[in-house]
């Protein structure tokens, strides 16, 4: 097993090998989970530096900075079941074997380049901004290659199982704001 700071370079350096690893390696589920985490307090941190303004009123800055903190981990448990989902089953292939805890593992090691959002802190307001705009589109691209490995696809099927599951987590997230409470 190699060390979580070795396997987190090389997935942010988005090696395919050694999202493979992670993908047969059970045990790496704990450091998915904690690289996942991490991005969560980087989310938030950079929600708070970025979006706290004086004329904002304090319920809607703490509700920005938990959305924020939120983010990373619903994308990652909700995007990694659609991903597998639709991966496994419309998009599958001839030598596609897997589990919704490969594909766990993997994307949650994607999330490595998300811990970027965090050094926003030392920056001015609009490199802070550029470096959270840098940093979202790195874990998109290594989760893409995430899925790839998980699912043993081609590039081009990863793609469309990406965004398939973008859609279809979107389409949740936007049903579940615009529906009527039960009470």
């Given at each position: 097993m190699r060390s979580l700071p070795r396997r987190m370079l090389r997935a942010a350096l988005l090696h395919a090998d050694t999202y493979e690893e992670v993908e047969a390696d059970r045990s790496s589920i704990g450091q998915a989970t904690l690289i996942v985490l991490v991005a969560c307090a980087a989310g938030?941190?950079?929600?708070?530096?970025?979006g706290t303004r004086p004329e904002l009123p304090a319920e809607q800055v703490a509700l920005q900075i938990a959305l924020a903190a939120l983010e990373p981990f619903v994308l990652w448990t909700g995007g990694?079941?659609?991903?597998?989902?639709?991966?496994?089953?419309?998009?599958?292939?001839?030598?596609?074997?897997?589990?919704?805890?490969e594909v766990l593992r993997t994307t949650g090691f994607a999330f490595t380049p998300a811990w970027l959002r965090a050094s926003c802190v030392a920056t001015p307001p609009a490199l802070g901004l550029g470096i959270?705009?840098?940093a979202r589109l790195w874990v998109f691209l290594a989760v893409v290659i995430a899925i790839r490995q998980a699912l043993d696809f081609t590039t081009p099927r990863a793609?469309?199982?990406?965004?398939?599951?973008?859609?279809?987590?979107?389409?949740v997230m936007w049903g579940a704001t615009v529906a009527p409470l039960p009470f």
């Open positions: 938030a941190l950079s929600s708070y530096v970025l990694s079941a659609f991903a597998y989902m639709v991966g496994s089953s419309f998009f599958r292939g001839p030598e596609t074997e897997t589990s919704f805890a959270d705009l840098v793609i469309g199982t990406f965004g398939l599951a973008a859609v279809l987590l979107w389409l």
